[in-house]
């Protein structure tokens, strides 16, 4: 009979160490999106602080394209940004309900 408790709290312990693995996977895809985002905000920072040394105008044909490039940038940031938070969270509400479900197992987890 304890050896079929042990092997149980093996499997959720497995089950908890998957779920952190996901975690850790959606905290690299953060990472990823915020650098992907700050990318845009520093070329537009470069653009707008040497803005006296050209004309607008004259090299719109290089700009727009390159605002076009950095308005994905920023969309795909966002995105990467968004979705990691939201799988961040639904692990976490796993865990905790994992927490309260094997409440055996809970105190290794904190």
């Not at 602080?49 to 607008?56: E, H, I, N």
């Not at 994905?72 to 865990?95: D, F, T």
């Amino acid at each position: 009979m304890g050896s079929e408790s042990e092997a149980n709290n093996g499997g959720v312990f497995g089950e908890v160490q998957l779920l952190l693995a996901e975690k850790r996977t959606s905290l690299a895809s953060l990472r990823t999106g915020i650098a992907v985002f700050a990318l845009p905000l520093s070329v537009l920072s470069v653009l707008v602080a040497t803005s006296k040394l050209y004309d607008v105008f004259h090299v719109l044909h290089f700009l727009l394209p390159l605002l076009i490039l950095n308005a994905g940038l920023v969309i795909l940031g966002g995105y990467l940004i968004i979705r990691s938070v939201a799988h961040i969270h639904r692990y976490e509400r796993l865990i905790k309900e994992l927490k309260r479900k094997y409440s055996s197992i809970a105190e290794f987890l904190d």
